[in-house]
């Protein structure tokens, strides 16, 4: 009995933070149009002919008024806040 092939997936994460000056949404959504086209040009280039099975994007835009470091919790063991940063947060 054959097993079913396992999917490989790359993943890329591009964040593009904006300045102060206003952006409207038509010109995000034309930013981001121009980005995944590149992206996908660029992909066709460097991997192997006919790799490429599908290919999805998304975009998100975001205000972040508090905006915590990375974590990473290696082998999956959580620790909290508390265990890992020496500054101490709100009221405790």
Do not use: C
């Amino acid at each position: 009995m054959a097993e079913t092939p396992v999917k490989k997936v790359l993943t890329i994460t591009l964040e593009i933070e904006v300045g102060e000056v206003r952006t409207r949404g038509k010109k995000v959504g034309a930013a981001y149009e121009e980005i995944v086209r590149g992206a996908l040009e660029a992909a066709r280039r460097a991997l192997p002919p006919g790799s490429i099975n599908r290919a999805t994007s998304r975009a998100k835009w975001e205000f972040r008024h508090w905006n915590p470091d990375e974590r990473v919790f290696p082998k999956g063991q959580y620790k909290s806040v508390k265990d890992t940063d020496p500054v101490p947060l709100g009221d405790e």
